[in-house]
């Protein structure tokens, strides 16, 4: 009797912990999650930041001259070509300058045709004629002292007329050779320099006359630049100096988003390399990078790039501020993972969950690469094709099991929550 009570509290003893030990597997969690694999393929890695627009091009217009402003042409908003007239500065007194001014360049063009065709020839003509006359003085001086001297040898006369005819002979030669060097000097030299004379004149003349025009020109306030009238400070009749703009025009056809930024992100960026624009309430512009500046701002130790976008419409307007997007480079081959799968790690750092094939969660560290948008590239910690809990992730510990929700199935507790969110009952 004692025996099969013995054997009988064995065997209840032994289902008790059977049943137990049942309980204890069925009370252990097994976590519902989301999972997507590590893929291998291509990725972007896209610089952004906030940047200021300018203008493609702007003219701040000073006059060269100080005057009253007679008359303005254009008004704020108006679209202006390169060289139009924009506005005039008195211009009275500078232009009466210039016809005075005129005058003496026309008088100086005068004295040089005079010069050159009656007042030289002339000369040289009347230095030609002096010269034949002293010749002929000269040779007349030379026969009578020939004669003299043979009516002296033969007695017929006295030495003193044989001694006047010597000093009219002398005086005649030096008559005849002070007008050979004079008709000499004027054909090899004296004639040329009266033509450079009038010549200089003439130039000098041509000179004031071109600046005065100048001043005349400075009067009218034309566009270097095609663009848009932004600024008109002044008033007709106020005064125009030459340290202050009259106008200001901007060619916003095209905008530059001006970017400072560090220089580590910078080095990946070049010339050419495609961008996006995105202002406020407008969709992204496509954009390029068109200057990657060479030097490092010394105050701020940061790199300047400039981004031009079209500028259809002049929707974008030069002082706003956009978010820009650069495609700093392509990276192929990549090992990629969602964005939503990346978690943060307790000793720092990013960390993931991996879901092997019995459905058990291992912890691992990684090393993130470049985002974009919803991918995170994977430099080492993952493999392609491995599973990543992408949902329910958050909490879950090492080694724990999970159960991999089917395509469009809710994790418990997600669907009392959107109920509640909508207002409807649960």
Known sequence: MRTTTRCTLSALAALSAIACHGKEKEAEPVVPVQLSP?????IRNIITADAILYPRDQANIVPKISAPVRRYLVQRGDHVKANQLLAELENRDLAAAAAASRGQYTQAESNLRTTEASTVPEAVTKAQTDLDA????????????????????????????????????????????????????????????????????????KGQYDAAQAQVAYSEIRSPVNGVVTDRPLWPGEM????????????????????????????????????????????????????????????????????????????????????????????DGATLIPAAAVLGSNEGGSKVMVVDDKDTAHERKIEIGVKEEDLVQVVAGVQPGERVVTVGGLGLEDKAKVRVLKPGERRPGEEEEKDEDKGEPK
């Open 240 to 331: 125009a100096t030459t340290d202050k703009p009259v106008l200001t025009v901007m060619d916003i056809s095209s905008v530059v988003a001006r970017i400072n930024m560090s220089q580590d992100q910078a080095r990946d960026i070049q010339v050419g390399d495609d961008a996006t624009l995105t202002a406020e309430g407008s969709e992204p512009i496509p954009a390029k990078v068109t200057v990657v500046s060479p030097a490092v701002d010394a105050n701020s130790t940061t790199v300047q790039v400039w981004v031009q976008a079209p500028n259809p419409g002049e929707r974008l307007r030069a002082g706003m501020s956009v978010h820009a997007a650069i495609v700093a480079a392509t990276i």
């Open 38 to 42: 590590a893929i291998r393929g291509s």
């Open 134 to 205: 002293a010749r002929q003085s000269l040779d007349a001086a030379q026969k009578v002292l020939e004669s003299r001297q043979e009516l002296f040898r033969q007695g017929a006369i006295a030495r003193k007329l044989v001694d006047e005819a010597q000093v009219s002979y002398a005086q005649a030669k030096g008559q005849f050779e002070t007008a050979q060097q004079h008709r000499n000097a004027l054909q090899s030299v004296g004639s040329q320099e009266q033509i450079r004379s009038a010549q200089g004149q003439v130039a000098a003349a």
